[in-house]
């Protein structure tokens, strides 16, 4: 039983993916994405959205995302994001590498969530500096966020009214877009360009594939080029077949949704099991498969002596998330492999930790 | 007399300036550099700075700016710099674009000026987030700040002394070097090298010339091919004579520190003269050329139809400088072409304003 | 019976590699590289090479190419290579990408392998264009070559030793890399740092890997930073070890020199088969899995007509491979998936349209 | 009396031009452009050319040259051009730097000028490679060329509409256009836009400005964002009246076409003296401002000895331009500033230079 909470990436790969990448191993077949697979993909994809969409494979997140961005920002845009989003802090510039030096501007939200005003204010100060400053470009939405909320459907389309109406497209980060899809219980349709979602990065990765992510363009005059920049960003695989077979496997009978939602259950049972012991506070609602909380020092320590894998987890020293609880910030993140077993093994030892400080004496919240 | 205080830019040439470049215009000359202006220049600045240096003339602080960042930082860097700074917001990405994609943290301070512990915490924050982070690269210094302040030696030396431990290199944005420099009353060595900073963007443009900025290393190691960098960037200029011609203009018999002394004695002539007027709230010391002030929206209202010209300045929605006085925020900036009979009618106007305001029963506080 | 010859990269994944991606299917794992089988990818290309090396798996040639390059040049540099190199004319300008826009500088020779004397006038042209030219930066060696040649030994060493002389460091496209090592039959060693290779892409995906490649230092201290190069253009895989495990299975029990030399074997048996044809002329001398030749353009149609696959090969119009004999210029790639029974087949085939040609009284030499 | 033949850019500035400089210098003035000469400017660009163009001054040929470019072609872009080109070989890789990494693909032809066939089997070739290749995206003609020789309006026209039927825009760069446009004796009209020129990198500089050159787009919707590039390269003046007043004076009462007149004029005296004398031999023809000629290395040597300044001008190796006489290249450029008896000078020095080698009995067709 995995005492790894660490992220979704730790994961092994679904039995029905693995299975489809085997099988897709006979014979030859058509290169950089010239395969039955591939083609095959294509059509499933616009089943799966529910309008006709240009679905490119590639095999990393920050290959998706920065991809997709390049193709909405000129050199001298501005991509409006939540300060914390993956483009903007876990992906080492690599939108702005792929942009030809384009700038993220981080907007607050204590949630994960930026807000349709935010986003027009920053733009009207924008275009206040003029040529002097870089030309409002697009917004990028993480769903679910790196918090572990959720965007609303309605959330998501009033962003994307501003958005339109300021001329900018909107790109959705969907690292953990089935996350968020079962949390939604709406269609995918509607989580995306039915809310004014131009394009989506989707993740498989996290989420039970071995190395499949893509970039879905929903109105496919958009993705003009596209292939250029996937190619001479190295993201061309030469035997793409068996990218696009762990996709036909993620879509085929539900399994990215039955992933997801009990990614997404483990999440719900430990935040339910955690949010009981004293001294810890959930810090925020727990919505899709991450749970950040703070816990008293001591429990952190002796949680990581027993092995438990998860981050600590930084918190801002400026701005609006910083007057949370007392404590130590951890995330813990869930997935398709975490077992009921495993999240009550760790609520259990934090019980125990905590029973262990009180007994000591130790006052857990005086921790700093 | 002039009424327009909206930048130093907008002066026409010191007369010794203009008649150095009359001068120069003699007979043929060697090309992009290799001329005895030019040649002289080299001696001149080292004169200037008290130790060998390596000056390499361009024509926009723009240029110079970014030009020595990408001396300095990797594609995959991270600059630490005020989150206000000239290079931040209003050089429409060019650190990015010459940098090939490093990204500017800003960092917030109310008097423009960031802290060592705010640049120590910055990059310990980064460091944890490893590869997954850009790398911390330089720190910037604007100098005087973009809120017209200026940095005093021992803030310099601390800051420059946490970079230094971090593996930082220093970077001065000299826009207003000379300034700042007669506020210090320091030599430019102290204000410079002796305090730890590595690279200055030296400016003249603001301050008297017509197209002389440049950028000076005190280690010359540091320049290695940053020939090739300038000519790249189309900042290689075939006459260059005419450049450097201004910069020994600029430096013989004092001419920089003289022009700075009096655009800075303007300023504070302004500030003394506003700060005395009822709903009138200087927002920084004024320690250079410029003054940030809130008047009453009717008083900046009628000194714009009286044809006064200043910028009605953005302040921040979030973060530490939004707690300001009532009223709407402007800069004005005066120049070493700036009369005090110009300062006087701008401040003796206000007056007239603000005499009328309260006779009308105007609240002038309660103004948004 | 497979008839696809169009490249090596449309064959399916080595049972063996195939077998070690499954069985690392098991558990949680660290992310990002922090996992079992890169630690021991790490010692394993240590042996493989004979010295200590720095090894960074990625999923595509073009990837490793340009990440190599990327690390070896500056934005102002120029690259030294054939005037066909991969990286010069398939990677849609990869390389200019992630370097920042340095120049690659094509080299002509009709076999595919340039000769030290060219660079060495090459660089001492760009020399002389001092700053107005991109800066002599690299110079890099495709092994086997575009045109299935393969660099001895001497050679290789040959050009390293005018490069290192020019302060020029040698990267290896190793794309074909294990194809090149069994003709040359010396040691991996001897083929890379000992002939003067500072940097090797080393590719195994067209010799039996689902999606292995790497980029190997030779001296570590080359490698600073690489790590956030890579993740910055989205090739940091976080199941990376699915692509280690395909590496280990790769080296282990010499299955990549098996691979490859019945790749070479069988691309051997198809020249044989084809020279002796009428009006098939050999366009190179085959050394590794590569046959270029001319055929009649009726023979080529029939062949395709009957399912083979093949690329007609763009003969460059100008330059020095020009005087080519008449006929259509077409490639075949051979694999360690190719039958015996497959080379046949297309020998026979060829055969048998050329006698329909005679018999016909077609003259196949006057085809255009 | 000048013995430097160096370069156009070699010479003081036009006494019109300084005289404008000087009168711009009064009061203050919108800085960025916002000033009543950049305002002239646009009025008086259209004149000149007949049409309305967006007009956009800079100051080094190597940014016009740039910059246009970067507006016109992706970073996955080709831009076809002649293999010697200012662009290809002397600006160090600064259309690489500002497109963000397009690939420019030099033809070859001894003249200097690329024939439309050659363009048309350049675009083909790369169209086959699809996806792996750089996309065909602009053309750049050089007038006057790189070989002092200048393109017919039929000659631009066929180019340009084998460009169009391509969809591939044309530039040009006129860092000489006076010079071309004097030889061709037509409108400046005929010269760009009526023949195709899309965009223009219009020089002044060469011919007797201190420092100006333009962008010219003759349709304006190309220029969109076109002023963001320009301030993100920091080729945004503050001062830019300056830059303005030149352009204003350079065509007021036709000093530009003066001006290259007398260079052109220059040109023709320098050639046809020098042809006549032993052992020299013309390598282009001269239509222009500068003349190619090999002469013995004795001649050459005793020249450049005597204080006359030339580049001895390096023969490519391979190609097309390789057959050329023997003797040492050189080139020698004139300019408005050249006078007749300037020339007469250094051709009546080649001259006994000449009669010195055959008096010793030298065979000057030998040296080597």
Chains 1, 2, 3, 4 share one sequence.
Request: proline share 5%.
């Amino acid at each position: 039983m995995s005492r790894n909470f660490k992220s979704d990436n730790v994961t092994p790969v679904s039995d029905a993916i693995m299975a489809a990448i085997n099988a897709a191993n006979v014979g030859t077949a058509g290169s950089y994405g010239a395969d039955e697979h591939t083609e095959r993909l294509r059509s499933v994809a616009g089943d799966i959205f529910g309008t006709e969409v240009s679905i490119y494979p590639v095999t990393t997140g920050t290959a998706a995302n920065s991809l997709a961005l390049s193709q909405l920002v000129p050199p001298y845009g501005a991509v409006y994001c939540h300060e914390a989003a993956h483009i903007a802090t876990d992906e080492c510039g690599a939108p702005e590498f792929f942009t030809g030096g384009a700038k993220l501007i981080g907007l607050p939200a204590p949630d994960g969530k930026i807000r349709p005003q935010q986003l027009a204010d920053a733009v009207a100060l924008a275009l206040e500096l003029g040529v002097h400053h870089v030309k409002p470009a697009a917004v990028s939405l993480t769903q679910a966020t790196e918090w572990g909320t959720v965007y609303s459907v309605p959330e998501v389309s009033a962003i994307a009214a501003v958005a339109r109406q300021l001329g900018l497209p909107v790109h959705m980060d969907g690292a953990r877009f089935a996350n968020a899809l079962v949390h939604l219980g709406c269609s995918a349709a509607e989580a995306t360009w039915k809310s004014g979602v131009d394009v989506l990065s989707l993740g498989a990765t996290k989420n039970g594939a071995l190395c499949a992510e893509a970039v879905v363009f929903f109105d496919p005059a958009r993705a003009k080029d596209f292939e250029r920049r996937r190619k001479r960003a190295g993201h061309l695989w030469s035997k793409l077949r068996f990218v696009s077979a762990q996709w036909l496997a993620y879509f085929d009978g539900g399994l990215w949704l039955d992933n997801a939602r009990h990614a997404n259950a483990m999440a719900a049972a430990l935040a339910r099991g955690l949010q009981g012991l004293d001294g810890v506070h959930l810090l925020q609602t727990v919505e899709a498969n991450e749970v950040f909380a703070t816990l008293p020092e001591a429990t952190v320590a002796a949680l990581e002596a027993q092995g438990f894998g998860f981050y600590r987890w930084p918190m801002p020293a400026n701005g609006s998330s910083s007057t949370h609880p007392p404590g130590v910030a951890i995330r813990l993140v869930t997935s398709y492999a975490t077992s009921l077993a495993a999240v009550q093994d760790l609520v259990a030892a934090a019980e125990r930790c905590g029973q262990r400080l009180r007994g000591s004496g130790h006052d857990t919240d005086r921790v700093p």
